[in-house]
Structure formats: C-alpha cells, structure tokens
C-alpha cells in the first residue's frame, strides 16, 4: 500500500465545487493526456494498492484544502480515481461537535460509490506526548473499542512515526509493540529515502508483523498498570498470548518486571507448560516455563518488552 497526500501542490484558497477534479490532473509521460489518475495507474501497475489522505474539516493540518460540504463530490472523485484507501484526517473543523458527523456522511458517500475503499478516520497526533496519550486514550475506552475490532474492521490510533525522527529508538519499538497489541493498521508516515537501518529492521521485523495480522484478528488491551509499568495483552490464534510490558519512566535505567500468574492472569495457559519468545527488544528464546515460573524481563525507559507465549499440550509420557 502505498499512501500520498492529496494534490500537495495546491493552496488553500477559496473551494469550488469540483476542484479535484479541475486541479488534480498533472500527467507525465507515458499515461494519455486525458488521463485523470494517472497516478493511481502507475501505482496499480506495480501491483500496489492505493491511499489518499483528505480532511473532514476545511483544510489539512498542512493548511491544503479540506473536503468539508464536499463529501458526496469528493468521494465520488477518489472512486473515479481507482483510490483503494482514504486516510481522513481531522484538521479546521470549524465546530468540534460536528467532527463525528463529517466522518459518518463521508463514510455514507463512500459507500454510495459502490466502489471498495478502506476508509481511516482519525485525528492527528505526533510526538511522543501524544503517542502516550493515544496508549491512555485507548486503555480508557478499550471496554467500547475492543469489541467491535475484528475482521473487516480495526481501531486506526493514527500512522506509526517510526523513521520520522519524533521518537528515540526505544519509543519506537513501544509504538511498533503496542500498535502489534491493538491489531492497529501499520500505516507508516516518515521518508523511505532517507529512513535510518534501526526503523527499517523495525518495521519490517516478520515477528511482530505476524502479531499485528494473526488471524484471529482480536484486539489486545491493558491488563495491569502500576509503579511506571503498563502491561498489554492480545489473544492470538492457537490459544496463544502476546505480551507487551512498557516503562512509562521517562528518565533512568532498564527496570526488572517479573512476568508471573499474579501479574499476568492469562499466564494460567502455561498450565502444565509453556514456551516463552522475547520479541523485542532484542530476539531470544526464554525457554519452556510453567504455571509457577517467573519470567523476568529488562524494560528501559519508554521502552517495551514484546514477547509471545505458547501453550504446551501435554502428552501421556507426562504422566508417567
């Protein structure tokens, strides 16, 4: 998938009814002059799919015309277009009541395309503060969040920053984690030209990607907070668990977390026996483990120690 924002080239001055229409339309060569989604061709040639980002209000957060009083044209245009994803984001809404309406009435207008186009509505949010109150925001409300997210449907916490030079390497791999634990669209925001080897390995690291699209498709959410520490869960296929244990601590060390059936109360699947992986920070097998064991983990500050425990079946030798 590869995202773009909608004709950057454009200021933000007075919208007519169908500018998208009579703006967007710089072809290069190679497609026909008339072609209208040129764009979207050479992208659909390379066997990608295609996102576009708009706005619910009446400009971008980068001051570039907005779609609102304009939903039914507008959808209308990226369905043309052959767009696969619109990105909504949600800038210069000129009363804040209205925000929820806006993103219903374009998601009616998409729908009434009759074209598929995944649809992410969500407000802006991009620097570590903000990454914390996401996690806090979404841990308050993952009683009404949590359940309706499954197949054909995920909670959108915003694009992941990894690369983008707002978080250090530690809160990236918390961002990464966490957004693997909340079954969170993996939309990324940063400059694969200019992206450091860390964030790439990051973001293409197949453990944690596997995490974020199991099958089961539930979506994870806080099970214990205490002296700085946050522990998140996910229910993954094969009545497996993923683990996620963040320092909150901005300043200091790596601190000890004991992983236990008092701090973990799904650890009851490692009766008889379990098998631990430790994620990130770095790889390693931690080893087969059981009810009773404690598992001890190294977390730094704003950091995240991911891991995945599979339960053992036990066998009749066992009884033996």
């Not at 015309?65 to 000129?94: E, N």
């Not at 964030?199 to 699209?213: S, T």
């Not at 994620?279 to 009773?292: A, D, H, K, S, T």
């Amino acid at each position: 998938m590869l995202d773009m924002s909608l004709c950057a080239s454009m200021t933000a001055g007075p919208r007519m009814r169908g500018m998208l229409r009579g703006v967007c339309r710089l072809t290069p060569r190679g497609f026909p002059v008339e072609s209208k989604n040129w764009q979207i061709m050479w992208v659909h040639a390379k066997g990608l799919k295609l996102g576009i980002y708009a706005d619910v209000g009446t400009r971008t957060c980068a001051g570039y015309p907005g779609t609102l009083g304009y939903y039914d044209i507008d959808a209308k245009t990226f369905a043309d277009w052959g767009v696969d994803l619109l990105k909504f984001d949600g800038c210069f809404m000129p009363d804040w009541h209205q925000l929820g309406e806006g993103y219903m009435n374009m998601s009616r207008a998409l729908n009434q395309t009759g074209r598929s186009i995944v649809y992410s509505c969500e407000w802006p949010l991009y620097e570590w503060q903000h990454q914390q109150s996401i996690l806090d925001w979404t841990a308050d409300h993952q009683k009404i969040l949590v359940p309706v997210a499954g197949p054909g449907g995920w909670n959108d916490p915003d694009m992941l920053i990894i690369g983008n030079f707002g978080l250090s390497h530690d809160q990236q791999q918390t961002q990464m984690a966490l957004w693997a634990i909340m079954a969170a669209p993996l939309l990324m925001s940063n400059d694969l030209r200019n992206i450091c080897p860390k964030a790439k390995e990051l973001l293409q690291n197949k453990q944690i990607i596997a995490i974020n699209q199991d099958p089961l498709g539930k979506q994870g959410h806080l099970t214990l907070k205490g002296d700085s520490f946050d522990v998140w869960e996910r229910p993954l296929s094969g009545n497996r668990l993923a683990v996620a244990v963040m320092n909150r601590q901005e300043i200091g060390g790596p601190r000890r977390f004991i992983i236990s059936v008092a701090t973990l109360p799904s650890w009851q699947l490692c009766d008889p026996k379990c098998n631990v992986t430790q994620i990130l920070p770095v790889y390693r097998e931690m080893g087969v483990q059981n009810l009773f064991s404690e598992v001890t983990v190294q977390v730094n500050p704003t950091g995240t120690t991911l891991l995945t425990v599979s339960p053992i079946k036990s066998s009749p030798h066992d009884t033996l």
